[in-house]
């Protein structure tokens, strides 16, 4: 049972253009949300977080965005740039239960074209 | 070392035989993780060590996996008897504390482990 899905494996952007990348959670405990990049036999490395007391949260050319009631958040990265052609995990946590038992998802692979 | 360090990168064993794979944590880090990822799965939460504290492994997913941290630095995972379905990617993370937040978390390059 997927607790936290990317429904999407794989997604092609144009240079320059915006790469969304959702992610859908069904425990309504969870409350923060994190994003890791892995690139080839590499770790995943840390990206952004968002915890549900916010719907939105900025660091430079990503975006996360939170939509509770629809148990849905999204990243966005603007503009795309072919370094940031990588795997994409979501990760999701109730903090009551200790914020180290994050559930994955399966990963999206972003490709930029250049 | 300058990272959280796996070996061996490369596994491949035969059904039934014992694997051992091995995490170096960043020197000083008090807290390491272990999580695996399967064939299409997400990154499953396995085992996760803080300090002198007992570990918690409610994510072991058999009794035939298990894993040890000595003088609260190297941890290594044992996998017995090993199956064709324990095939995945083992990623070992660490981290400054245990139980906060994942930012924190450093992880290693992972051991890709093949039974065949």
């Known amino acids: 049972d997927q607790q936290v899905k990317q429904n999407s494996p794989s997604l092609s952007v144009q240079e320059g253009r915006i790469s969304i990348l959702n992610c859908d959670y069904t425990?309504?405990?969870?409350?923060?949300f994190l994003w890791y990049k892995k690139y080839p036999a590499e770790g995943p490395t840390f990206l952004i977080s968002i915890s549900s007391i916010k719907d939105k949260n900025e660091d430079g050319r990503f975006t996360v965005f939170l939509n509770k009631s629809a148990k849905h958040l999204s990243l966005h990265i603007v503009p795309s740039q072919p370094g940031d052609s990588a795997v994409y995990f979501c990760?999701?946590?109730?903090?009551?239960?200790?914020?180290?038992?994050?559930?994955f998802g399966t990963g999206t692979r972003l490709k930029v074209l250049a | 070392g300058a990272g959280v360090s796996q070996s061996p990168s490369n596994k491949v064993t035969e059904k039934g035989k014992d694997v051992e794979l091995r995490c170096d944590p960043i020197s000083g880090h008090t807290a390491l993780y272990w999580y695996r990822q399967s064939l299409g799965q997400g990154l499953e939460f396995l085992i996760y060590?803080?300090?002198?504290?007992?570990?918690?492994k409610s994510g072991l997913p058999s009794d035939r996996f298990s894993a040890e941290r000595t003088g609260g630095s190297v941890s290594t995972l044992t996998i017995q008897r090993t199956q064709q379905e324990d095939s995945a990617v083992y990623l070992c993370?660490?981290?400054?504390?245990?139980?906060?937040?994942?930012?924190?978390?450093?992880f290693g390059s992972g051991t890709r482990l093949t039974v065949v």
């Open positions: 993370a660490s981290s400054f504390t245990g139980g906060g937040t994942a930012e924190g978390y450093t």
């Open positions: 425990n309504s405990m969870f409350d923060y």
């Open positions: 990760a999701a946590s109730p903090t009551t239960s200790g914020t180290y038992k994050y559930i």
């Open positions: 060590f803080q300090g002198n504290s007992a570990p918690d």
